[in-house]
């Protein structure tokens, strides 16, 4: 069976930003840009490369305003083929656990015809868990169960 590659796409703008302490929790390796010739913008097309470089994607997304962050929603905009067929899997938090978020995210993908995986963690975050994260470095299993 061939290895499969996975992107884990950071989705957070905000300060202070609880997200990378999540991505960081869910080990994934990303590799170096590699620009590709039919966008116009050289960012585009960095964006582009680094997507198609996977199999899969992973977004770990924050719920914003009872939705995704609109730097998410310009980010997964600025591309459209590079998404089709991709399995999909997203990993929601907010006060509430991030799941208007996830749903939003998941009718998005589907608009893209990308592969939903079933499983969709959400994890409801608290001002403590902010504080912990940022005083220790890390998210903890200690954290994820309370």
Known sequence: MLQKKIILITCSSRSPRLNPFITDYIPVLLPKEDPTPYYQHATTRRWSSEIRKYDAVIFVAPQFNWSIPATLKNAID?????????????????????????????????????????????????????????????????????
């Open 78 to 146: 600025f591309l459209c083929h590079e998404w089709n067929g991709k399995p999909t899997g997203i990993v929601s938090y907010g006060g509430h656990g991030g799941t208007k978020a996830a749903a939003h995210l998941q009718d998005i993908t589907r608009g893209l015809k990308m592969k939903a995986i079933p499983t969709t963690p959400a994890l409801t975050i608290t001002l403590k868990t902010l504080k912990e994260c940022i005083k220790h470095g890390r998210l903890d299993n200690e954290l994820t169960q309370s």
